[in-house]
């Protein structure tokens, strides 16, 4: 019997040892994993602090007012060239450039905020930027005409909450491949005569680029695509607001242009100005011209497979609000409401060269007395099912 008690009284015991080694592993274990966890915490907080180069760590004097701004190109271009792939930072305050900053490296050039984070570039131009995986945000630039920043042989640029004034063109790409352009700014004081020109510049061939969340204001074309030198495609607008230029949307040779959510609104003569384009799709927008100077609200010339659908289209006086010309074939107006507020002229105008364009169930509203009326030139034009058509 008492044999019995002593076999359970050793295994009561070596259960006793076991928990007690147990619980002390544990103990050490967590607290191996706490060391561990905080030690990789603070390297990463040390790496991600080392990320921020300031400018007023390279001589940068931060101006009040333009009287007492200094010339801070020498301090900033310095901080870019001897940070490769960092973070330039910019306090807030004036600061003034004497020559174009160029950005390389693979550096992001960061501001406090776009309404107080100002540089002024007195000869020109501001930004020029020609090496892939440049980031830019939250800047104010005021120029002396030029161009805000260029974009040349460049991928994966990212333009984020940026405002430009006073300058010939806002934004300009060349031959610049997946551009991110968001929360641009391009306004003018209504107390000085415009001086900006063009809102966002496409040269050469620019493919796969992003226009979203933006404003341009007060411009002679807000977005001008020229592929003279090679043809773009793929640029993609999204919730932007182009008013008060004279021309909208200017495209002369492109595949691949997409519009959605859009307002172009207030155009002096021409909302779309669109040439020798294929797969311009646009949906969901409002889109109005003045129509002055035998204007129209959208002009196709020499396009196909284009694409209107959803949209409120409207021209004040206009010689049309669609111009179809030039042997445009395969484009498609459905389901939009299409209105010519003054003018006595047909609503489309479609030359005998263009075929096979499409125009159903769209509601047309004429002048005030009149009914509307489609000028087509070619019957292989399909035309029906139009809501208001005489």
């Known amino acids: 019997m008492m044999e019995k008690y002593k076999i359970i009284i050793r295994c009561l015991g070596i259960i006793v040892i076991c928990t007690m080694i147990f619980c002390l592993f544990q103990g050490f274990t967590n607290k191996c994993a706490n ?3 905080q030690s990789f915490a603070s390297n990463q907080q040390s790496q991600s602090s080392n990320q921020y180069i300031s400018i007023l760590d390279y001589g ?16 900033i271009q310095k901080a870019i060239d001897n940070n490769p792939g960092r973070q330039i930072f910019i306090p807030k305050g004036l600061y003034i450039i004497s020559k174009t900053l160029e950005l390389k490296n693979n550096v992001s050039l960061i501001g406090e905020h776009r309404s107080s984070t100002v540089i ?28 805000g920043i260029t974009v040349t042989n460049a991928r994966g640029t990212s333009l984020t909450d940026v405002q430009l004034q006073n300058v010939d063109i806002g934004i300009k790409l060349i031959n610049s491949w997946n551009t991110k352009i968001s929360n641009l ?7 000085q005569f415009p001086k900006v020109a063009k809102g966002l510049v496409l040269e050469g061939q620019c493919v796969n680029n992003h226009l979203l969340n933006s404003q341009i204001t007060a411009t002679e074309v807000g977005v001008d695509i020229n592929s003279s030198k090679g043809r ?44 020798n384009t294929g797969g311009l799709l646009v949906s969901n927008c409002w889109i109005a011209s003045q129509g002055k100077v035998n204007g129209n609200a959208v002009k196709l010339s020499s396009c196909w497979d284009s694409h209107f659908s ?57 002048a005030k007395g009149f009914k509307a009326s489609i000028a087509n030139g070619n019957l292989e034009n399909s035309i029906s099912d139009n809501v208001g058509l005489k």
């Open 310 to 366: 959803s949209n409120n289209i409207k021209c004040d006086r206009g010689k049309s609000v669609f111009l179809i010309d030039k042997g445009s074939n395969r484009n498609v107006i459905m389901n939009n409401t299409i209105e010519l507020v003054e003018a006595k002229n047909p609503i489309f105008i479609l030359d005998k060269n263009s075929s096979e364009n499409m125009i159903r169930y769209n509601n047309l509203k004429p």
């Open 120 to 147: 002024k570039a007195v000869n020109g131009g501001a930004l020029l930027i020609k090496d892939g995986g440049i980031s830019i945000r939250d800047l104010f630039i005021y120029g002396d005409g030029g161009v």
């Open 60 to 75: 940068a004097v931060v101006g009040t007012s333009w009287q007492n701004a200094k010339d801070n190109y020498i301090a």
């Open 185 to 191: 700014d391009i306004t003018i004081n209504p107390n």
């Open 232 to 275: 773009s495609e793929g640029l993609m607008m999204s919730n932007v607001l182009i008013s008060a230029a004279k021309t909208g949307l200017k495209c002369d040779g492109m595949l691949s242009l997409q519009l959605s959510n859009c307002i172009i609104d207030l155009c002096e003569n021409l909302a779309f100005d669109i040439n």
């Open 35 to 37: 060391y561990l966890k």
